[in-house]
């Protein structure tokens, strides 16, 4: 049962590590300090959700719907070009620092709608959370250990780069660094758009 948890756990993790959509808003709310607990919780009990779907053996029926993951694809494009699109607006506008951002947050309805649009709109969450983790699970028994290994990384993991951002304030006091992380997450966001149009 160890062996499994642990092995959900990382395994988890692996997959969350690498930089997406979701990671590059949890942290951009992280620095602004606007609603984090609210944001990363959004997204660890959004894969909770996820990963105990695909222990339960979910990725079949998403594998037997391409459809659905079709119309997820395009969707999910739409609206990472439209995210992207705002984003190099605020790189090129520029004159942003983080005591500016602080000062007057956007209401949390509307920003849990952009975390909920990152996350499940999204097919590749479907595939590697689902499907893939899904998949792991029934190599590491009990899938039900391995399960809440992956649920834990996923906390872990949204709570620290929600919390843990704050430790690069000093450097995002000066407007420049705001630039060029709207730059990098407009970068991100087109990137993964282009992938999901590729297919």
Do not use: E
């Amino acid at each position: 049962m160890t062996s499994a948890f642990v092995s959900g756990f990382l395994t988890s993790l692996s997959l969350i590590l690498a930089i997406g959509a979701q990671n590059a808003f949890v942290l951009r709310q992280g620095l602004m300090r606007q609603h984090v607990f609210a944001v990363s919780a959004f997204c660890a009990i959004s894969d909770a959700i996820l990963i105990t779907l695909g222990v339960a053996g979910a990725g079949r029926l998403i594998a037997a719907a391409p459809g659905l993951i079709s119309a997820m694809r395009w969707g999910g494009a739409a609206f990472l070009i439209w995210y992207g699109a705002r984003s190099m607006l605020s790189a090129w506008r520029g004159g942003q620092s983080l005591q500016a951002m602080g000062t007057n947050p956007p209401a949390l309805w509307p920003t849990l709608g952009t975390i909920a649009a990152l996350t499940w709109l999204n097919p590749h969450v479907y595939l590697d959370t689902v499907m893939l983790l899904g998949a792991i699970s029934a190599r590491h028994p009990p899938p039900q250990a391995f399960a809440a290994g992956a649920i834990l990384a996923s906390g872990v993991f949204f709570m620290s780069l929600g919390y843990g951002a704050r430790l690069l304030a000093p450097v995002f006091a000066r407007p420049r660094s705001w630039q060029v992380l709207d730059l990098l997450v407009g970068l991100v966001m087109w990137a993964i758009a282009a992938t999901l149009i590729a297919g």
